[in-house]
DNA sequence: GTCTATAGCCCGATAGAC
DNA sequence: GTCTATCGGGCTATAGAC
C-alpha cells in the first residue's frame, strides 16, 4: 500500500468522525442528550452503530470530544480580548463572558455534560488525571489576565491568583448550567458582578489589616487545591 | 375488610420497602452503584424486579430516599452540637464536621449521588422544587447557628448570611466527594480553615472602610440565588 | 385496593464476520 | 474500518394473588 492511499484512508476516517460527532451534537441540541439514541445518531449520520462505536467507544465520549473542541475555541476569544482590555475588572469580565459565548449554542444538553464532569472517575471531570492537559492550559489564560494587568498585586497573592480565578470560572460554568434565562443573562450579571468584587478583594489583599486574612485563604487554597495533591484524593 | 388488617397491609408494605432499600444500600456501598444491578438488589431482599419497582420507582429513587433520610439525622446531630457551642467559628465548623460524619458511611456512592444532584431536572437537586421542604430545613439550621452564636453580626449581612452558609456548606459537601482521604481527613482540614475564615470575614463585615464590598456580596447574593428567582432559572 | 411475578421492550455496548 | 447480531440491564405492561 502507498503511503498516499494509508494519508487518504486516515483522512477518511477523520471525515467520517466528525461527521458522527457534528450529526450527534445536532441531535444533541434539538433533542437533548438522553433522548438521542445512538442508533439515531448512526442512522443520522449514514453509518452502522458498530462504525460510530469504532471512533467513539462510548456516547460520553462524543462529549467529551465536544468538550475538548470547546477549550481551544475558548482560549482563542477570550486572548483576543485580552489584548484589548487592561483593567483586572474588565479582564475577568471579559474572560467570563467569552466563555458564555462559545458555550451558548449547546446550553440544551449542558446538564449532561455537567453530570459527567461532576463523577470523580470520568476524564470531563475537571480535576481529573485526564484533565491535565485542558486544565493546565486553562489555568495559563488565568495568568495571562493577572500578568496583563495594570493593577500592582501583592505577591504572595500574585502566585496563587491563576488557580483561584480558574476555580471561580468553574463555579460560574457550573452555575451558567442552571440558568434557564434568555442568552444566559442572570449569569453574565453575575459574571460583572463577580468581576468588579474579585477586582476590589484583590486590590484590598495588599491592606496592612488583611494580611491574616490572605494568609488563611493562601493556605486553604494550597492545602485544599485537589489537582495537585496527587492520587489519593 | 377490617381495618386491623389494611393496617398490617401497610405495615408489612413499609417493612418490604424498607427492607429494599436497606438492601440496595449494602450493595452499593459494597459494590458501587453502576456495578449493582436492581436484578441483584431484587433477589437479595427476596423480592421480585417487579416488586422493588412497586416501591421505587427508578433505581435513583433508591438514593432519593437515602437522602432524605441522611437530612432528618443530620439536622438531629446538629441540634445538639450547637447546644454545647456558643462561638460562630466553632458552630460553623461543628455543624460541617457531623455533616461529614453522616455522611461517611455511604461515601463509596457518594459520586452517584453528586451526579443526580447536579442535574437540574433532579429531585435530589439542592435548588430544586422538590428539594423546597429540605433545603428550608437546611436553612433553617443555618439560621439557628447565626442566631445562637454569641457573636454580633451586622445587620444587613444578618438576614441573608443563613443563606450564604448553606451555600458554603453545599460546596463543601461537593468537595467531600472528591475527597478519598481516610475518614474525609481533608475535607475536616478544609472545614476548620473555612469556619476560621469565615467568621473572621462575617466580623469583619462590620467594619467602615468593608461597606461597599459587604453591599456588593449581598447584591450577587440576591441575584444570583437560584432557588429563589422562581421558575425561569 | 394492595401487593407480587413474569415476560419482554429499549437502548448502550460488544463480538466477531468480512 | 464497517457491518450484523446479540448481550446486559434499567424499566414497563400486565396478569393475577391475596
Redesign the pocket.
Known sequence: MSPRDSLS??R???R??ENILTTALELFSKDGY?????????ESA????????????????LVQAYYMRLVKEHADAARELLEKEKTLRRRIAGVLQTKMDTLEPYHRFSPAIARQGIDPESPLNPFSNESYEARTEAIALWEEVVEGARERIHKDLRKELPEMLWLCSEGIVLYSVYDRTEGRERTRQLIDDSADLLSRLIKMAGLPLIGPVRKLVLRIMKNAAPWRVGPQL
Open positions: 484512508r486516515t477518511k476516517g477523520e467520517t468522525k438522553e433522548e438521542t439514541t445512538m442508533r439515531a445518531i448512526a449514514g453509518v452502522s452503530v458498530g462504525s460510530a462505536y469504532y471512533y467513539f467507544p462510548s456516547k460520553e465520549h
